[in-house]
Each structure stands twice: as structure tokens, then as C-alpha cells.
């Protein structure tokens, strides 16, 4: 399988994108160099890169059978060292297990599979770690060797994938809605109901609607740990890749439509359904729409995930490398809870005791 490997330009070590700097930078001599220098010396070599067509018959294949290909294993030879190392078919860069070089495996975020944009990582792994371990430090009786070294070194950036769609479109929209008055006259009240039906047309445009382009039991996650920035997006670019791992979609565009249609014409409908004031009760009639115009935007976004293994369960945990935004739930060590409630319980007791002998 062919790879694409950044080198820097003054001392040949390996080159990875700097989140802190918005920069590539070398670990060995310490260079730092813009995106665009970069993507200028290395744009004939990632034109080059062409998705195997073997295996896009393959995954069609696979696609027409209703099966998925994320658990499938492929092998590619690293650059670096000449290691053969073994990933997902769905991984799209890594780093190598042995000399851990980034590597980014280019012919699969090529030709059809070329995502349109990326954002960058803005969140450092040093920044993600701080950020973890501050919610942590706002929670008690977590496991012993929850927030160790150890475990949040395993802290990995991914870039996954995710389908974006904007859609130009008129509504029209009816709906019922009531008005009620009230008075009193002598010793009775009165109250008056009048029922309307009403009409709210127009034209919008809904943009960046989006969901996930990769199968996967995460699907909760992926979607929590937005919002992001769209305007912080750049071309897409395979370079922006290196030092981080990235995933290539599975999930193809004629599966995510229905899913983002159905999103959108709600969004339309409730967009509508906002005009109307000054009505109690407002239930709609019904709804009629008509696309006039859609866009697509294959994106890859940047997601900093660690996982912990808690009874037998792998617990996932997500922080947004953009905004800092964290996903899931922290587990609690029943044996460290029980243990200070029985202390609590202890002290209760001894000032009891101790009160009552003041008192006897």
C-alpha cells in the first residue's frame, strides 16, 4: 500500500502539524514551517496517490452485502524503518507501532474518497490532557489509575469523518393556533375561544447539517462532541494528516442523505413554525417543501479520544480539538464511595456519641 511520509526540509526528520503554532514542525531541529510551503513541495506527490482500484471494488462489494469494512486488517510497509504494520481498513494515517514516524496511507483519501476540507487541529495533546484532567479533578471516587501518566499518554488525535449538507429549499407551512379572552360578569366567568388556521410560506437556506461518515459503536460520540467551527476549515490537504491518526468514510452519501433530509426538512418546518405569534396551542396541519438546491462537503474534524477499561466495559472519551468540548461520563468506584460513606457515617456517629455525653 502506498504511503506519503513529510520530511523536514532542513534536517530529513519526520514532520508533523503543530497545533499550538498552526505550523509543521520538527521535533529534531526544531523548524517550524507554514502549511502552504509544505503542501507546495509535497502537491505533486499527494496528486500522485490513486485509491487502489481493487479495493473500491471490494468495498462495493461489501456495500451491496450490507457489510461493513472497519474490522478488516491491512498491511502497509512504513517508510521510516521498513516495519510491516497491520491497520483497520478504514484508517487513512497512524503512526507506526515501531518508530512511531507518522505515516499517512494516501491512496485511501484519494480520488472519490478525497475529502473535500479539514479542519485543523487548534487543541494540543498537552492542552486535551489539562483539559481532561480538570473535569476529572471535578469529580470523586474515580477508579485508582484513572488519571495516571500512564493512561493519558494513550491519548490519540483522530481526524474522523463526517458528511455536511446544505440545502436551498421553499416551505409552506399550515398550521392551528387559538386566541382565548377571558372576563367576569356578576358572579360568572367567561371564556372565549377562537380558533385559527394560518399560513406561513418562504424560501431558506440551511447550512451545515451534518452527520457521521464513519460506522461505528461510537455514534453518540461523534455527533456530541460538536459544535466546530466551520470557518477555521482549509482544503483539504493529506499533509495536515501527519503526526495525527484519520479515518476514511464507510459511510457513502446515498446512506446519509434520508437521514439529512429528514433533519433538515424539521428544520424548515420549525423555522416556519417560528413566525407565528401570538397563538396558543399551535399544532401543524401540514407541511410541504421543495428543494431547489444541495451541496456536499466531505469533511474530516479533529477529535482527541482516550478510553478506559472499567468492569469489563470500554468506556470512550472524546474532547473536540478545536474547542476543547468534552464526551462522557466518568466512572465511580463503588468500593472508594461506599468506603467514605462509611467514615461519614463513623464521624456522624462519634459526634453524636460525644454530644450526648455533653449533654447527659
Known amino acids: 500500500m502506498a504511503t506519503m511520509e513529510y520530511k523536514c526540509p532542513n534536517c530529513g526528520g519526520p514532520l508533523s502539524f503543530n497545533p499550538d503554532k498552526q505550523m509543521f514542525s520538527c521535533q529534531y531541529c526544531l523548524s517550524d514551517f507554514q502549511p ?22 471490494a468495498q462495493e462489494r461489501r456495500a451491496a452485502r450490507g457489510e461493513g469494512d472497519g474490522d478488516d486488517l491491512v498491511g502497509y510497509t512504513c517508510p521510516s524503518c521498513g516495519a510491516e504494520v497491520v491497520t483497520t481498513a478504514t484508517t487513512a494515517a497512524t503512526n507506526c507501532f515501531y518508530c512511531q514516524s507518522p505515516v499517512v496511507l494516501g491512496s485511501r483519501l484519494s480520488d472519490a474518497f478525497k475529502p473535500d476540507r479539514v479542519v485543523p487541529f487548534a487543541l494540543s495533546k498537552d492542552k486535551a490532557v489539562e483539559t481532561f484532567l480538570k473535569l476529572c479533578g471535578k469529580k470523586k471516587f474515580l477508579p485508582a489509575g484513572f488519571t495516571s501518566k500512564k493512561q493519558v499518554e494513550k491519548m490519540q488525535g483522530v481526524y474522523f469523518p463526517y458528511w455536511y449538507l446544505d440545502e436551498q429549499l421553499s416551505g409552506a407551512l399550515t398550521a392551528r393556533g387559538k386566541k382565548e379572552r377571558s372576563w367576569t360578569q356578576g358572579n360568572r366567568r367567561y371564556t372565549e375561544t377562537t380558533i385559527f388556521r394560518l399560513f406561513r410560506a418562504g424560501d431558506m437556506q440551511i447550512m451545515n447539517v451534518f452527520e457521521r461518515a464513519l460506522k461505528s459503536n461510537s455514534r453518540e460520540m461523534l455527533q456530541s462532541v460538536h459544535p466546530f467551527d466551520l470557518s477555521k476549515a482549509q482544503p483539504f490537504a493529506m499533509s495536515y494528516l501527519s503526526g495525527f491518526s484519520a479515518e476514511k468514510r464507510d459511510i457513502e452519501q446515498a446512506e446519509a442523505a434520508p437521514i439529512l433530509d429528514e433533519r433538515i426538512k ?10 407565528i405569534n401570538g397563538y396558543q396551542g399551535v399544532t401543524t396541519e401540514s407541511f410541504n417543501h421543495k428543494v431547489f438546491n444541495k451541496r456536499w462537503n466531505y469533511t474530516l474534524l479533529p477529535v482527541w479520544i482516550v478510553t478506559y477499561k472499567f468492569n469489563g466495559e470500554i468506556l470512550p472519551y472524546a ?4 474547542t476543547g468540548k468534552i ?3 466518568l466512572p465511580v468506584a463503588m468500593g472508594k464511595l461506599v468506603l467514605w460513606a462509611a467514615i461519614i457515617a463513623i464521624l456522624v456517629f462519634i459526634v453524636c456519641l460525644l454530644g450526648g455525653m455533653l449533654f447527659a
Open 36 to 57: 502552504q510551503q509544505i503542501q507546495a513541495m509535497y502537491a505533486q506527490n499527494e496528486q500522485s496517490e490513486t485509491y487502489d482500484e481493487k479495493e473500491i471494488k
Open 319 to 322: 474532547i473536540n480539538g478545536q
Open 266 to 275: 424539521g428544520y424548515a418546518e420549525q423555522l416556519l413554525k417560528d413566525t
Open 327 to 329: 464526551y462522557g461520563s
